[in-house]
Nanobody, 127 residues
Framework: QVQLVESGGGLVQAGGSLRLSCGTSGLIFNSYTMAWFRQAPGKQREFVAAVTWSRDRTSYADSVNDRFTISRDNAKNTVYLQMNSLKPEDTAVYYC????????????????????WGQGTQVTVSS
C-alpha cells in the first residue's frame, strides 16, 4: 500500500520560513518524480515544484521561483519543500504527489499526471 505523509505545516508570519516534508512508503522511491502542489480556499489545486528521481531536474511555478526549493533524500524516501520569504498568498493546503517516471525527463506539472497523493498539510501565512 502506497502512502505519502506530509508534515511541517503551520502558522507563520509573512517573511518567515517553513520546511515541509513528505515521507513515502510502499513505492520504489527512486522511480518517481516527486512534486508539491497546493490548494487555497476556493481555488483549484496548483503546481508548486517538482524534482526528478535523479535530482537532475527541478521545476517551479513562477509564483514561488527563487523563494521555494524542492529537494529529496532517496535514502530516506522523503521529499522536502523549503519555503522562504513566505507571503499571505502562499496560504494553502500543500500536497505531496508522486509520478512514476523511472526514465526521468521533464517533471510533470499537471495534476492528472501524478499517480499518488498525500493528505496534505496546512500552511497559513499571516500578514
Amino acid at each position: 500500500q502506497v502512502q505519502l505523509v506530509e508534515s511541517g505545516g503551520g502558522l507563520v508570519q509573512a517573511g518567515g520560513s517553513l520546511r515541509l516534508s513528505c515521507g513515502t512508503s510502499g513505492l520504489i522511491f527512486n522511480s518517481y518524480t516527486m512534486a508539491w502542489f497546493r490548494q487555497a480556499p476556493g481555488k483549484q489545486r496548483e503546481f508548486v515544484a517538482a524534482v526528478t528521481w535523479s535530482r537532475d531536474r527541478t521545476s517551479y511555478a513562477d509564483s514561488v521561483n527563487d523563494r521555494f526549493t524542492i529537494s529529496r533524500d532517496n535514502a530516506k524516501n522523503t521529499v522536502y519543500l523549503q519555503m522562504n520569504s513566505l507571503k499571505p498568498e502562499d496560504t494553502a493546503v500543500y500536497y505531496c504527489a508522486a509520478d512514476y517516471k523511472p526514465g526521468g525527463g521533464l517533471p510533470a506539472f499537471r495534476i492528472y499526471e501524478y499517480d499518488y497523493w498525500g493528505q496534505g498539510t496546512q500552511v497559513t501565512v499571516s500578514s
